[in-house]
């Protein structure tokens, strides 16, 4: 049998605000959005240990609870926007689920299949796009649906482009706007969650069968591992890429940084998996 994802059930929201460290406003408001968005994003790590650990992904409302705040993991967009989704529209916001096709660190003209989950809620000023759960260039704030207009965050620059029906999210790198995810405004269903996460998490060459990426910002800065290297970006500061000596190290980086916990022996050895250099 197949758990639908992403129902409509509520979900312990008490919990999930503590797990976020929010203690604001919960009125629908923009402001209210922002800070929810931002507390999201510095506590909750975009990680994929669930499935190189080989327990699979679940996106049912009771396991994404259980795993995201009752155990203190991560996990990707399908999870953690998945969760969020439901808090948003628990708190009173007008919120839907989208999908799209990252574009970050592809190359243009490349295919790529929608992967990506993302929120759109709706104001009466317009309709914002809110993103707790990317990897890579996670977004620390909110972006107004309005093309071409360039947005603060607390880390970079954003704006949003439009071609047609498609829009791409771009970060500003200060040498170039970069890529980061393209997408529709299309209503997406339960089971398109299901079958995107699916292949994501399963497909012998997906991205996240292959690699070892975790990811969290803090207020001034950016850290992720993937696989064998520790990349750290602090603010105003150039980034910092080093290579990981061993397992060691591994683990001590995931609970430092990324209050990801590795204790059992048989994850250890899936973590020294990663500390080799890809072949060229």
């Not at 999201?40 to 790590?45: D, M």
């Not at 240990?49 to 996106?59: A, D, N, R, Y």
């Not at 997408?183 to 690699?211: G, I, K, M, R």
């Amino acid at each position: 049998m197949v758990v639908c994802p992403m129902s409509d059930n509520q979900i312990d929201l008490e919990a999930y605000l503590a797990r976020i460290g929010y203690e604001g406003g919960r009125e629908p408001t923009l402001e209210t959005l922002t800070a929810i968005q931002f507390a999201h994003a510095t506590s909750i790590p975009f990680e994929n240990l669930s499935i190189l650990f080989g327990q699979g992904v679940q996106l049912d409302l009771e396991t994404l609870q259980d795993k995201i705040i009752g155990a203190c993991r991560g996990g990707y967009c399908f999870e953690q926007n998945g969760l969020a989704l439901a808090a948003l529209r628990q708190l009173g916001f007008k919120a839907r689920g989208l999908i799209g096709r990252v574009r970050w660190m592809v190359e243009d003209g490349v295919a790529a299949p929608l992967t990506h989950m993302l929120i759109c809620v709706e104001f009466e000023d317009g309709a914002y796009i809110y993103d707790g759960g990317f990897g890579g260039i996670r977004l620390t704030g909110v972006l107004k649906l309005e093309p071409d207009l360039v947005q603060k965050t607390r880390h970079e620059d954003h704006r949003i482009v439009q071609v047609g029906e498609n829009y791409t999210i771009q970060a500003d790198l200060g040498s170039q706007w970069a890529n980061v995810c393209e997408f529709t405004l299309t209503p997406q269903s339960p089971v398109d969650y299901e079958l995107s996460s699916w292949y994501t998490s399963t497909h012998p060459e997906s991205l996240f069968t292959n690699n070892l990426i975790v990811e969290r910002p803090s207020a001034d800065a950016r850290r992720m591992i993937f696989n064998n290297t520790f990349v750290e970006r602090k603010r105003g500061e150039d980034q910092t890429v080093r290579e990981i000596a061993d397992v060691d190290e591994m683990v001590a980086l995931l609970d430092q940084h990324f209050g990801l916990p590795v204790e059992a022996d048989e994850q250890r050895k899936v973590l020294e998996r990663f500390l080799v250099p890809p072949a060229l």
